[in-house]
């Protein structure tokens, strides 16, 4: 599985929200956990069934989402 692979999207999971691998693991959820502070081995920990892979293309993928043009209208 390639790492942008592990990003799954599914209308029958999470309402089509993206997630890691058809888990019903959202990537929005690994990033408000990262935002509140919590570490990469306290998520593993919390969820055996992500890989620390997983937290890097839930990272990634954001980023790529964060790069839009912004049009400003005057």
Known sequence: MSHIDR????????????????LRIRVK?????LASGATRDE?????PLLEDADIAVALEFAARQSDHVVLRVA
């Open 7 to 22: 990003i799954t999207v599914d209308p029958q999971i999470c309402a089509g929200r993206p997630t890691i691998r058809g």
């Open 29 to 33: 959820d690994i990033l408000e956990l």
């Open 43 to 47: 998520i593993l920990e919390d969820y």
